[in-house]
């Protein structure tokens, strides 16, 4: 063998020749990068060829030049807790490797690979140079954006000078003070360089996409992040993206489960900079295509079963569950897509799961700015403006961040923060990566916050209320809740939640539960689309002004109405695959006259009245000739997350029907519309709020699957008390006897006739002697607000056992 192709052999490897056991010698990225390439690509998944150093290229570079024997001479006078000790002496060593060629051996075997992969192009290949350090990608630890990476390489100067660029990095101040933190020795630790053929995403558009969701650790979904351009925008956080959520378990057997779409502004995109001194550059994004998403729904389908086969791989490979963290890039020029790297994902994955923590505010307060909650803490403290690295060696422990971005170099300050708040950013960005990390609330992509925030000045960041952080005014009073979920066994009784908005529904799928007993579609149309139906459906004759906030709200919809399909099924979907596939009693919209008035639109289409309370609500609206074609946009929704989705376990339920006719029609509109009665496993309930429906209970069991007792109106309506009256507040009380005695008939005729019954009202969270009622009655079911699932849980239990010591 000759001494040209020993040293290759030494020194490059290519994709083709390593794997997942390989990191010793090339680092996690480029032997995650050969595992995919020799494992997944025969099976589909495309990624772009390349080769890698060794880490005994790096070290002979170190040593040929002696530059061993000085970094850690070096390195011996650095204090690594120190900002301005840790700058200086990084500073001076990246200068000395930036000043020292590398050894012939290693810039020939990596030319003449170079030269083999641009083969067959006509020319030299524009690559990608990744830094891959030995100590990386590891289970416990990402060590994600510590070293360099430069995009557009084209020839062999600028390879060689890049890769001597990615050796500098290994000592950069985050990735020192980051292997400091973990316990890594700072000259154990070798670097390999990939060299990857570009995926021409500067053409149409790249990302990143996890296994598993990011705030919550969540497993079945796969949260996609996509900008424009090169990938770096939405890794470094540079770009606000768009955001899609797709559920494994139903991908899986073949559905297309796009549970959200969340459209990003993408205000820039990184593209080459073919005419210019550098490899790339950041160009502004039309208003058009800002307005538009990224991607198309084969795109995020096709990425997340990737990430689904990739998360696979590597659980079999490891033999547990293996979370994956992956970038990924479309061809503009061929429309393919690629992947470009992979690693396991190191917050969520290791957090657990045998207790839940929970922050709540106990003060209210002014808020100043919102933004993508990361995380789901409280924390406190003052601003610490931050715009460039100079500024880092003023932070004070405890401190909130607050810039346009974070810089990886930042990292040492970072953990000393009690809490991170960016202009700019997604969920993937290296804001959000590291406060996952290190624990800390971080409200990403305010946009404003460097503006709108004053050095000094005192602020509380929640990221306790859902999928959007805000930033308060003030130190605000919170408290934080422990929950053991040990050994809490289950009831008899089907203890389920009443679920609000859709924001909330993953996190609080942690919580021990038996499914959902009341997902109220009103929440969701306010929140979610926000637009009333008929505005949708008679856009063209709105009058002006109406028409310009509807178009504005459904900015990239020509279609109209679909987009109140498309947001409203999204809505119903994040819910329903947050507890998949336990039951989710979905009720069809009961807004009031009144309160159809006030979504964007709603007062050409309203009437007015007198009582909204007992007028036009629920069921007398779905099958009524002014309202029954916005009534097929809920049924085209609701198919659509049950057949296109595959969630079948979303039930219906058909709120304040008042006679057994009634329900027929609503049933009638319902088959119109292709949801029928018993068709694929489709259960129909009707809420039980009306007197009518319990003295015909027996006539509604007959077309009905079940009965949800609504404790609110059907004690309004027993006792004959406006529930919104003050004056008579005192009368209003779900535990009179007569309320009482109306419910314990009920629940008899449901048992008598073999239907289901459960409660979702607000008594059993209010009063636990009313749960207790309802256990000894019988009832199969309790819904209940998510504060009182466990107390009322553990209640439960307490009355069953005593039930069974009576018997």
């Not at 002979?60 to 700058?87: A, C, H, P, R, Y």
């Not at 084209?154 to 390879?159: I, K, N």
């Not at 502004?284 to 696979?312: G, M």
């Not at 923590?357 to 924390?379: D, M, N, P, Y």
């Amino acid at each position: 063998m000759s001494t040209a192709v020993v040293s290759a052999t030494k020194y490059i490897r290519w994709f083709s020749d390593i794997g997942i056991n390989d990191i010793p010698s090339v680092g996690g990225k480029n032997a995650s990068l050969g595992e995919m390439y020799q494992q997944l690509a025969p099976r589909g998944i495309r990624v772009p060829n390349g080769f890698a150093t060794t880490a005994d290229a790096y070290r002979l570079f170190l040593s040929e030049s002696g530059l061993d024997e000085k970094i850690e001479q070096l390195l011996s006078g650095m204090n690594i807790g120190d900002v301005g000790s840790l700058q200086h002496h990084g500073l001076m060593i990246r200068h000395m490797i930036l000043e020292t060629p590398l050894p012939d051996a290693l810039s020939h075997a990596i030319v003449e690979a170079y030269h083999q992969l641009s083969r067959g192009g006509g020319e030299l290949a524009d690559v990608a140079v990744r830094s891959s350090a030995t100590a990386e990608d590891l289970p416990d630890a990402s060590f994600a954006g510590q070293q360099e990476t430069y995009l557009n390489v084209r020839g062999q100067a600028s390879l060689l000078d890049a890769c001597r660029r990615c050796f500098a990095s290994l000592f950069t101040d985050r990735a020192m003070s980051y292997r400091a933190k973990r316990g890594y020795g700072q000259m154990q630790v070798a670097l390999s360089i990939g060299i990857q053929q570009m995926v021409r995403s500067d053409l149409s558009a790249a990302g990143v996409m996890f296994s598993i969701d990011t705030e919550t650790g969540f497993r079945d979904t796969v949260l996609i992040n996509a900008a424009y351009g090169l990938g770096e925008t939405v890794v470094q956080g540079s770009v606000n993206p768009d955001e899609y959520y797709v559920f494994k378990p139903t991908l899986r057997e073949g559905f297309r489960p796009i549970l959200k779409r969340t459209l990003g502004t993408k205000a820039v995109k990184l593209v080459y900079d073919d005419g210019g001194s550098k490899m790339t550059k950041s160009v502004p994004v039309s208003q058009t295509d800002q307005q538009r998403f990224a991607l198309k729904d084969d795109d995020i389908l096709q990425l997340a079963r990737w990430a689904c086969d990739i998360e696979d791989h590597y659980s079999q490979l490891t033999g547990e569950s293996r979370p994956m963290d992956i970038e990924w890039a479309k061809d503009g020029r061929t429309g393919e897509l690629f992947i470009v790297q992979a690693r396991p994902e190191t917050v969520q994955s290791h957090r657990l799961t045998n207790s839940l923590e929970r922050f709540h505010l106990t003060q209210s307060g002014t808020k100043i700015l919102s933004g993508r909650a990361v995380g789901s803490k409280i924390a406190q403290g003052r601003v610490r403006l931050i715009r460039d690295v100079t500024q880092l060696s003023d932070f004070c422990d405890g401190e909130v961040l607050v810039a346009d971005i974070t810089d990886p170099d930042w990292e040492p300050v970072m953990k000393r923060a009690s809490a991170i708040i960016t202009n700019r950013g997604g969920r993937t960005c290296h804001a959000a990566i590291i406060s996952r990390e290190l624990g800390l609330p971080a409200i990403i992509g305010t946009s404003r916050a460097t503006q709108m925030l004053s050095p000094g000045q005192m602020v509380t960041v929640s990221c306790a209320e859902g999928e959007t952080g805000f930033v308060y005014d003030g130190a605000l009073s919170f408290n934080v809740e422990t929950i053991d979920l040990g050994a809490l066994s289950r009831p008899k009784t089907k203890i389920m939640m009443n679920v609000a908005t859709p924001d909330e529904a993953l996190a609080l799928s942690f919580i021990p539960n038996d499914g959902v007993g009341l997902a109220r579609e009103e929440f969701i149309i306010t929140n979610y689309v926000k637009v009333h139906p008929k505005a949708l459906l008679e856009f063209d004759s709105l009058d002006d002004a109406t028409w310009a906030a509807v178009e504005e709200a459904t900015r990239g919809y020509d279609d109209k109405p679909e987009y109140f399909v498309d947001r409203l099924s999204e809505g119903i979907a994040m819910i329903a695959a947050a507890f998949y596939p336990k039951d989710v009693i979905v009720r069809l919209s009961d807004f009031k006259t009144n309160e159809y008035a006030n979504l964007l639109g709603g007062k050409d289409f309203e009437p007015k009245e007198e009582n909204p309370m007992l007028g036009f609500r629920g069921a007398s609206r779905y099958y009524h000739p002014s309202y029954r074609e916005a009534f097929a946009l809920e049924c085209r929704a609701m198919k659509r997350v049950r057949d296109e989705m595959g969630l079948k376990n979303v039930k219906v339920m058909i709120p304040f029907c008042r006679t057994v006719e009634e329900g027929r029609k609503v049933q009638e509109e319902m088959t119109q519309h292709g949801l029928i009665r018993g068709v694929d496993g489709l259960e129909i309930y009707v809420m039980c709020e009306i007197p009518s429906n319990v003295i015909l209970a027996d006539q509604f069991a007959e077309i009905f699957d079940g009965f949800s007792i609504g404790s609110n109106d059907l004690t309004q309506l027993t006792l004959g008390v406006d529930r919104e009256s003050e004056i008579v507040a005192h009368v209003f009380d779900e535990r009179n006897e007569a309320v009482k005695r109306t419910i314990a008939a009920v629940i008899q005729v449901a048992k008598e006739k073999g239907v289901k019954i459960g409660i979702c009202g607000q008594a059993p969270s209010d009063y636990p002697e009313f749960a207790e009622f309802l256990v000894r009655q019988g009832i199969d079911s309790i819904s209940l607000t998510p504060d009182a699932v466990l107390p009322t849980t553990i209640h439960v239990l307490e009355i069953e056992k005593e039930l069974r010591r009576e018997q």
